[in-house]
């Protein structure tokens, strides 16, 4: 019978996040479809709050917490994973791919003699095996995958299943696990202040600026104090995430007028990030292809480009605004209020 | 000063502006065109080439590797244009860069290769690569190298790497929403999957390129055949999306309307 | 111009080899194959010893301006005899895009649209022919020997780059390096010891900036100049040197191309090769080549004497396109890449001093295009090998590349090979152009069926003379006050004016379908897009910027491959994107302007550039 390990660790507050709740309803779903046994394992400074907040999946819970573990460490986080998964036997590891764990649970793989596939979109059972499904060359093609190699490791991307709630009274086995010898100490966290936020995952909007904010305009002079008002007026009116293309992001290196809150961060595309939201509005951007793909999980698609010919218009997103980013963004911002 | 063995690796992947589709063959899933296809570094394995090397310029005594698992004809045309980057050794394991080859393969590869470099010192090793690949994009092969050398200070999506002057390293990792985690290890060895770092990329200098390639021509041309058969991984089916939506243009209507339209759908 | 009060002191820096080649085409191709292969003696040791590097066989660098070997060139169809020559026992399907040609066919197109401006002959051609026609193509019923590339071969020269690239550093005795551009020949009166690469680290206007690395001179005993037909250090040769009496380069075109996936069901076969005439214009030529795997490469030629001064050959080139004949076969496939190259079409008239104290010319920018047969690459490749044999000659005998020893081996092997002759032929072969298209293809007809005995006379004129002003080209079509109000109207909404004037005359609209009508700018995002490093000036330049800002026609910006050059809105000379430019150099002689300095140059400096199209297919 095999036995799936549900991995998850808990975040600065004591909860679990969203995509780990997800990723439990799959892990669920697959021991099932395997008429496999399920087990949890949570880490943490204090993983109490969260056992009891999916105690209704009926699993056995085991828990690694103290000090050590509170912040994300690959050292002590392998440690841990290692220690729930030796514990519990486990055949099949899935786990969300946040930051923590991609950082973390490939090194599991090495330790427990098996194999891990990452960033999964999807997860199944086929046959009675399980199936993976995984993006390859930058979200430009998507394959699925079985092996036969155990223990394997799964880290699941965000969004692929509905979070899991079933809270109730956890009794969580606490393993120990020595991580004196770790030479590495976390100082903290460099977070934007709520002002300066710009990038926010949970955003149901992704706002993109594209490069024409910063190029000359009709009147042949460049308003990038214009464009910064205008992106962070519309940034605060809705909580959107900003992103933008490369050519916005790269030309900060020529001497160019740049946009001061982008980063190399906010960058969308093939070398950029592919994130997650409902909607998604692209201003001044041509809609080149190696931008879009970083586009691929934006269900809702509008864009605003003076050139009705731009990539946009070729089947790329919903609706093409065609007209002067400038204007369009100015009279939305006022109608938000 | 500390003084470093720093060892990159990094492989090639397809040109990121050309059109990808993949297509099967008996012996599995791979790009159509492959061979004929533009290649490059692996940009983020780019970052970290130049985030070595300099690192080992502020580091007298400090040495820098280019590990690369990759097909040899295909790599000795990239290095042409890499090789003019940055001073680096070069040390080749003749083999697919294909995104699909199973992650722990080609850690395994990767590896060996190291164990075999000579004159590698691991109390000295600062592992570097790039925390995703732009072909597989697992980010997991550079922790499964590291754990498979016995290196278990590790750090992801790094931005910003600082020497302190006893030797201990502060590391800059990116996480979610923007944010950074700042870390201290106590020195060398460790783990560091860079994402874009701080560095522009460096100008092309045929000087540096002529004095890599002296050396690293005859790596290129003893490259042994990696074997990557280890896995029972298989790919069933690989595809494109169908992406095409079908698109409205909404043309010569005023500033007004269109803001409306925009609104509403963003309240909706 | 650059202001050297706060540049900061960075010194060049300087290094030597024995033989530095500028610019990987098909003509350094065949030099470095033929050279490599004979720097080794059978038992190992080498014929000559390095001058630089003491104990080695001699150092051999050739530097490549794009960023990669294969990058941003054509497809072709050759006779390929000097490629066959190197290589005897040439299996093409070694070579990605590569096939025999099995069939070839000459087209004559009726205009089914009725926008066409056709002389006399070519209405009747229309009318007399339609009853042999099938699609509005008329197949002549043989193909003239001189124009017959039967047995050859198709490929794409940038996947024989690559092939032939790969084989030469497998060799180990010569590098290759991609992404250096090369800025000029370093010279010693006449004499050339080398070359200056491009600087970086500097501002558009090449003023050093932030991290200003001046280009390395590479100091050689023999520079071999490969550039091409745009290349800079051709073209600074041309200039310090001048070219010998009565020879000019006023003759040019640009190849419009490029690849396409066929639909499925396409009844061309690999090794088809279709030449195209008299569709969309009289003037332009279409060429259409399917290699195997059910891809195509095709396009067409905008030539210098096409006298429309908005000539924008990428519209053109879908409107050749959608031409019956051809849409049937094509309707349903996808564009895979695009791309634009320009031709020097002056051939041996066109040809410079071949060799000097130092240096020597092979290729395209040496005058080997042989302008009555269409063919160049193959041309180029011999050259090339003249040159290595040459070299391996001197080298053996010890011997100094001077003026005399390279005239008295590699110039005397041109004059005595076959290209010579071929290009003798040739040479007059387009003069009627200059006064018509009618007199041009009678012309180039006499010419090649008499092997070069009778020609059509005609005197070549600069190609920015013979550009007439929109509204003279539109005499009779449009009248001169509508000229002016499209052109306002045009400014105001920052549309392009060729469009408006093609639409005002009768060419449809493009429907453009995504897939293979696509814009001009996704074509150039298809298949690898245009890169452009940063820390370079820009290579596109204007003499003079008081000439531009009262030009009318901006030919310039009309015609260009890549939309790059495009109108400031303040006014003055053009502006210049460089993220943009596919290099393919058109804008060099698309001006309506002489440069004031040089009268047989236009208004617009093309020069030393990085970056350009990331395509290894067309």
Request: with cysteine; glycine share 12%.
């Given at each position: 019978m095999?036995?799936v390990?549900?991995?998850a660790?808990?975040e600065?507050d004591g909860?679990?996040h969203?995509?780990?709740?997800e990723?439990l309803?799959?892990?669920?779903?697959?021991?099932e479809?395997?008429?496999?046994?399920?087990a949890?394992?949570?880490?943490?400074?204090d993983?109490?709050?969260?056992?009891d907040?999916?105690?209704?999946c009926?699993?056995k819970i085991y828990?690694v917490?103290?000090?050590?573990?509170a912040?994300?460490?690959y050292?002590?986080?392998l440690?841990?994973a290692?220690?729930?998964?030796t514990?519990?036997?486990?055949?099949?590891?899935?786990?969300?791919?946040t930051s923590?764990?991609?950082?973390?649970l490939?090194?599991?793989?090495?330790r427990l003699?098996?194999?891990?596939?990452?960033?999964?979109?999807?997860l199944a059972?086929a046959?009675?095996?399980?199936?993976?499904?995984?993006?390859?060359?930058r979200?430009?093609?998507e394959?699925?995958l079985t092996?036969?190699?155990?223990?394997w490791?799964?880290?699941?991307d965000s969004?692929?299943?509905e979070p899991?709630?079933g809270?109730g009274?956890?009794?969580?086995?606490?393993?120990?696990?020595d991580v004196?010898g770790v030479?590495t100490k976390v100082?903290?966290?460099?977070c934007?202040?709520?002002?300066?936020?710009t990038i926010?995952?949970d955003?149901?909007?992704l706002?993109?600026?594209?490069?024409?904010?910063t190029?000359?305009?009709?009147?042949?002079?460049v308003h990038?104090?214009?464009?910064?008002?205008t992106?962070l007026?519309?940034?605060?009116?809705t909580?959107?995430?900003?992103?933008?293309s490369?050519s916005?992001?790269?030309?900060?290196?020529?001497?160019?007028a740049?946009i001061s809150f982008?980063t190399?961060m906010h960058?969308?595309g093939?070398?950029g990030?592919?994130p997650?939201?409902?909607k998604?509005l692209?201003t001044?951007?041509h809609?080149e292809?190696?931008?879009?793909?970083?586009?691929?999980?934006?269900?809702?698609?509008r864009?605003?480009n003076?050139d009705?010919?731009?990539?946009?218009?070729q089947?790329k997103c919903?609706?093409?605004?065609?007209g002067?980013a400038f204007?369009?963004?100015?009279?939305?911002?006022?109608?938000l209020? | 000063m500390?003084?470093?063995h720093?060892v990159?690796?990094?492989?090639?992947?397809?040109d990121?502006?050309q059109?990808?589709?993949?297509?099967?063959a008996?012996t599995?899933?791979?790009?159509?065109?492959?061979?004929m296809?533009?290649?490059?570094?692996?940009?983020?394995a780019g970052?970290?080439?130049?985030?070595?090397?300099?690192?080992a310029?502020?580091?007298?005594?400090?040495?820098?590797w280019?590990?690369?698992?990759?097909?040899?004809?295909k790599?000795q045309?990239?290095?042409m244009?890499v090789?003019?980057?940055?001073p680096?050794?070069?040390?080749v394991?003749?083999?697919?860069?294909?995104g699909?080859?199973?992650?722990?393969e080609t850690?395994r590869?990767l590896?060996e290769t190291?164990?075999g470099?000579?004159?590698l010192?691991?109390?000295?090793?600062?592992?570097?690569?790039?925390?995703?690949?732009?072909?597989?994009?697992?980010?997991?092969?550079?922790q499964?190298?590291?754990?498979m050398l016995?290196?278990?200070?590790q750090?992801?999506?790094?931005?910003?790497?600082?020497?302190?002057?006893d030797?201990?390293?502060?590391v800059?990792?990116?996480i979610?929403?923007g944010?950074?985690?700042n870390?201290l290890?106590d020195g060398?060895?460790?783990?560091?999957?860079?994402?874009?770092?701080?560095l522009?990329?460096?100008?092309?200098n045929?000087?540096?390129?002529?004095?890599?390639m002296q050396?690293n021509?005859?790596?290129?041309?003893q490259?042994k055949?990696?074997?990557?058969?280890?896995t029972?991984?298989?790919?069933a089916s690989?595809?494109?999306?169908?992406q095409r939506?079908?698109t409205r243009?909404?043309?010569?209507?005023?500033?007004?309307?269109?803001a409306?339209?925009?609104?509403?759908?963003?309240k909706? | 111009m650059s202001d050297?009060t706060d540049?900061?002191e960075v010194?060049?820096?300087?290094?030597?080899?024995?033989?530095v080649c500028v610019g990987?085409g098909?003509?350094?191709?065949?030099f470095?194959?033929t050279l490599?292969?004979?720097?080794?003696?059978e038992d190992?040791?080498p014929?000559?010893e390095s001058?630089?590097?003491?104990?080695?066989p001699?150092?051999?660098?050739?530097?490549?301006?794009?960023d990669?070997?294969?990058?941003?060139?054509?497809?072709?169809?050759?006779?390929?005899?000097?490629?066959?020559?190197s290589f005897?026992?040439l299996?093409?399907?070694?070579?990605?895009?590569?096939?025999?040609?099995t069939?070839e066919?000459v087209?004559y197109?009726?205009d089914?649209?009725?926008a066409s401006?056709r002389?006399?002959?070519?209405?009747?051609a229309?009318?007399a022919?339609?009853r042999?026609?099938?699609d509005?193509?008329?197949?002549l019923p043989?193909?003239p020997p001189?124009?017959q590339k039967?047995?050859?071969?198709?490929?794409s020269i940038?996947q024989?780059?690559?092939?032939?690239g790969g084989n030469?550093?497998?060799?180990?005795m010569?590098?290759i390096w991609?992404g250096?551009?090369?800025?000029?020949?370093?010279m010693?009166g006449?004499a050339v010891?080398g070359v200056?690469?491009?600087?970086?680290?500097v501002e558009?206007?090449?003023?050093?900036?932030?991290?200003y690395m001046?280009?390395?001179?590479?100091?050689?005993?023999?520079?071999v100049?490969?550039d091409?037909?745009?290349?800079?250090?051709?073209?600074?040769?041309?200039?310090?040197?001048?070219l010998?009496e009565?020879?000019?380069?006023?003759?040019?075109a640009?190849?419009?191309k490029c690849v396409v996936?066929?639909?499925e069901?396409c009844d061309?076969?690999a090794g088809?090769?279709?030449?195209?005439?008299?569709?969309?214009?009289?003037?332009?030529?279409?060429?259409l080549?399917?290699?195997?795997?059910?891809?195509?490469?095709l396009g067409?030629?905008v030539p210098?004497?096409?006298?429309n001064?908005v000539?924008?050959?990428?519209?053109y080139?879908q409107?050749?396109?959608q031409?019956p004949?051809?849409?049937?076969?094509?309707?349903g496939?996808?564009?895979?890449s695009?791309g634009a190259?320009?031709l020097?079409?002056?051939?041996?008239r066109?040809?410079?001093?071949?060799c000097?104290?130092?240096f020597?010319?092979?290729?395209e920018?040496s005058?080997?295009?042989?302008?009555?047969?269409?063919s160049?690459?193959d041309e180029?490749?011999?050259t090339?090998?003249?040159?290595?044999e040459?070299?391996l000659e001197?080298?053996?005998?010890?011997?100094?590349?001077t003026r005399?020893?390279?005239?008295?081996t590699?110039v005397?092997?041109?004059?005595?090979?076959?290209v010579?002759?071929e290009?003798?032929?040739?040479e007059?072969?387009?003069d009627?152009?200059v006064?018509?298209?009618?007199k041009?293809f009678?012309?180039?007809g006499l010419?090649g069926l008499?092997n070069?005995?009778i020609n059509?006379p005609?005197?070549?004129?600069k190609?920015q003379d013979r550009?007439?002003?929109?509204?003279?080209?539109y005499?009779?079509?449009?009248?001169?006050?509508e000229?002016l109000?499209i052109?306002a109207?045009c400014a105001?909404?920052g549309t392009s004016?060729?469009?408006?004037l093609?639409?005002?005359?009768g060419?449809?609209?493009?429907?453009?379908?995504?897939t293979?009508l696509?814009?001009?700018?996704?074509?150039?995002?298809m298949g690898?897009?245009?890169?452009?490093?940063p820390?370079?000036?820009d290579?596109?330049?204007?003499?003079d910027p008081?000439?531009?800002?009262?030009c009318?026609?901006?030919v310039?910006?009309?015609?260009?491959?890549?939309?790059?050059?495009?109108t400031?809105?303040e006014?003055?000379?053009?502006?210049f994107?460089?993220?943009?430019?596919v290099?393919c150099?058109?804008?060099?002689?698309n001006?309506?302007?002489s440069?004031?300095?040089d009268?047989?140059?236009?208004?617009?400096?093309?020069?030393?550039?990085?970056?350009?199209l990331?395509?290894?297919?067309n």
């Amino acid at each position: 019978m095999s036995k799936v390990l549900y991995l998850a660790h808990t975040e600065c507050d004591g909860t679990l996040h969203k995509s780990a709740l997800e990723t439990l309803t799959a892990a669920k779903a697959l021991a099932e479809g395997l008429g496999g046994e399920l087990a949890v394992g949570i880490i943490g400074a204090d993983v109490a709050a969260a056992a009891d907040s999916v105690a209704g999946c009926g699993a056995k819970i085991y828990g690694v917490s103290g000090p050590d573990f509170a912040d994300a460490r690959y050292a002590s986080d392998l440690a841990a994973a290692e220690a729930v998964a030796t514990a519990c036997g486990a055949e099949i590891v899935v786990a969300p791919a946040t930051s923590r764990f991609s950082r973390a649970l490939p090194g599991l793989a090495v330790r427990l003699g098996g194999r891990v596939d990452t960033h999964l979109s999807g997860l199944a059972v086929a046959d009675g095996q399980p199936v993976a499904r995984r993006w390859f060359y930058r979200q430009r093609m998507e394959g699925t995958l079985t092996r036969s190699e155990r223990p394997w490791v799964l880290t699941l991307d965000s969004g692929i299943a509905e979070p899991f709630a079933g809270a109730g009274s956890a009794e969580v086995e606490a393993l120990t696990v020595d991580v004196s010898g770790v030479r590495t100490k976390v100082a903290g966290l460099e977070c934007p202040s709520e002002d300066q936020q710009t990038i926010r995952p949970d955003a149901r909007v992704l706002l993109v600026a594209g490069a024409g904010w910063t190029k000359k305009q009709a009147d042949g002079a460049v308003h990038v104090d214009v464009a910064e008002e205008t992106i962070l007026n519309f940034l605060n009116a809705t909580k959107s995430s900003l992103g933008s293309s490369k050519s916005l992001v790269d030309i900060s290196g020529e001497g160019n007028a740049v946009i001061s809150f982008l980063t190399h961060m906010h960058q969308v595309g093939q070398t950029g990030a592919s994130p997650r939201h409902a909607k998604g509005l692209s201003t001044c951007c041509h809609g080149e292809e190696p931008h879009v793909v970083g586009w691929r999980f934006i269900s809702e698609r509008r864009a605003i480009n003076t050139d009705a010919g731009c990539g946009w218009a070729q089947g790329k997103c919903d609706v093409l605004y065609v007209g002067d980013a400038f204007e369009i963004m100015k009279k939305v911002n006022e109608m938000l209020g | 000063m500390s003084e470093f063995h720093i060892v990159v690796c990094g492989s090639i992947v397809p040109d990121p502006l050309q059109t990808l589709a993949p297509v099967e063959a008996p012996t599995g899933w791979s790009l159509k065109n492959e061979m004929m296809l533009p290649a490059v570094l692996d940009p983020w394995a780019g970052h970290a080439l130049y985030e070595a090397a300099n690192l080992a310029k502020k580091h007298p005594g400090s040495r820098v590797w280019l590990v690369s698992l990759a097909p040899k004809a295909k790599l000795q045309q990239v290095m042409m244009a890499v090789s003019q980057k940055a001073p680096f050794e070069l040390v080749v394991a003749d083999g697919s860069a294909s995104g699909f080859t199973d992650s722990h393969e080609t850690a395994r590869v990767l590896a060996e290769t190291i164990k075999g470099i000579a004159g590698l010192e691991t109390s000295k090793m600062l592992l570097f690569g790039g925390w995703q690949s732009a072909s597989r994009g697992s980010g997991a092969v550079m922790q499964m190298v590291g754990e498979m050398l016995g290196v278990s200070e590790q750090f992801q999506g790094v931005d910003k790497l600082t020497v302190h002057d006893d030797g201990a390293i502060e590391v800059k990792e990116r996480i979610e929403g923007g944010s950074y985690q700042n870390s201290l290890v106590d020195g060398a060895p460790a783990v560091f999957g860079w994402a874009t770092g701080e560095l522009p990329e460096p100008p092309n200098n045929p000087q540096i390129g002529m004095q890599n390639m002296q050396k690293n021509m005859p790596a290129l041309m003893q490259a042994k055949p990696a074997d990557l058969s280890g896995t029972t991984m298989k790919l069933a089916s690989v595809a494109v999306p169908q992406q095409r939506r079908e698109t409205r243009v909404v043309k010569d209507a005023p500033v007004d309307e269109m803001a409306r339209e925009i609104v509403e759908w963003l309240k909706s | 111009m650059s202001d050297t009060t706060d540049t900061p002191e960075v010194p060049r820096a300087e290094m030597e080899a024995d033989i530095v080649c500028v610019g990987f085409g098909p003509a350094a191709g065949g030099f470095l194959t033929t050279l490599t292969r004979g720097l080794m003696n059978e038992d190992g040791t080498p014929v000559a010893e390095s001058a630089v590097v003491p104990g080695m066989p001699p150092q051999v660098i050739c530097y490549e301006r794009a960023d990669d070997i294969g990058f941003g060139v054509s497809g072709v169809v050759t006779k390929g005899r000097a490629l066959r020559a190197s290589f005897p026992d040439l299996d093409l399907s070694q070579i990605p895009m590569a096939h025999e040609v099995t069939d070839e066919k000459v087209l004559y197109l009726r205009d089914p649209v009725g926008a066409s401006r056709r002389p006399a002959v070519f209405k009747l051609a229309d009318k007399a022919l339609g009853r042999w026609m099938e699609d509005d193509a008329f197949e002549l019923p043989y193909v003239p020997p001189f124009l017959q590339k039967h047995p050859g071969m198709v490929f794409s020269i940038g996947q024989l780059n690559q092939w032939v690239g790969g084989n030469l550093m497998g060799t180990g005795m010569a590098q290759i390096w991609p992404g250096s551009p090369v800025a000029e020949p370093l010279m010693d009166g006449r004499a050339v010891t080398g070359v200056r690469m491009a600087d970086q680290g500097v501002e558009k206007n090449g003023t050093p900036g932030p991290g200003y690395m001046p280009g390395m001179d590479m100091k050689a005993a023999l520079t071999v100049v490969a550039d091409g037909p745009v290349g800079p250090v051709g073209q600074h040769l041309d200039r310090a040197l001048g070219l010998p009496e009565g020879k000019h380069q006023r003759e040019w075109a640009v190849g419009m191309k490029c690849v396409v996936d066929l639909p499925e069901g396409c009844d061309w076969q690999a090794g088809t090769v279709l030449h195209t005439i008299g569709y969309p214009e009289p003037e332009i030529f279409g060429f259409l080549y399917v290699y195997p795997g059910n891809v195509a490469s095709l396009g067409i030629f905008v030539p210098s004497w096409f006298g429309n001064p908005v000539r924008t050959a990428y519209r053109y080139m879908q409107h050749w396109m959608q031409h019956p004949y051809l849409w049937k076969r094509l309707q349903g496939g996808t564009m895979r890449s695009g791309g634009a190259k320009s031709l020097q079409e002056s051939g041996r008239r066109g040809a410079p001093f071949l060799c000097g104290d130092g240096f020597a010319r092979i290729g395209e920018g040496s005058g080997s295009t042989n302008v009555l047969t269409g063919s160049g690459v193959d041309e180029a490749w011999a050259t090339g090998v003249m040159l290595g044999e040459s070299v391996l000659e001197l080298m053996k005998e010890g011997k100094p590349y001077t003026r005399e020893t390279l005239e008295a081996t590699y110039v005397a092997r041109r004059r005595a090979s076959w290209v010579e002759e071929e290009a003798k032929v040739a040479e007059k072969s387009r003069d009627g152009f200059v006064s018509s298209v009618v007199k041009g293809f009678i012309g180039m007809g006499l010419t090649g069926l008499t092997n070069g005995l009778i020609n059509m006379p005609g005197s070549p004129i600069k190609p920015q003379d013979r550009i007439p002003t929109i509204e003279e080209y539109y005499k009779g079509y449009i009248a001169e006050g509508e000229v002016l109000e499209i052109r306002a109207e045009c400014a105001r909404k920052g549309t392009s004016l060729h469009d408006a004037l093609m639409d005002r005359v009768g060419w449809p609209q493009i429907p453009l379908d995504g897939t293979l009508l696509v814009s001009h700018q996704d074509a150039l995002l298809m298949g690898g897009k245009v890169q452009a490093a940063p820390g370079y000036g820009d290579h596109v330049r204007f003499a003079d910027p008081y000439t531009c800002e009262a030009c009318r026609e901006r030919v310039c910006i009309e015609a260009c491959s890549g939309q790059a050059i495009y109108t400031n809105p303040e006014g003055g000379a053009p502006l210049f994107d460089r993220e943009k430019c596919v290099h393919c150099g058109a804008c060099m002689w698309n001006c309506s302007k002489s440069d004031l300095k040089d009268s047989e140059r236009t208004n617009v400096c093309f020069r030393a550039g990085s970056g350009g199209l990331h395509s290894v297919e067309n």
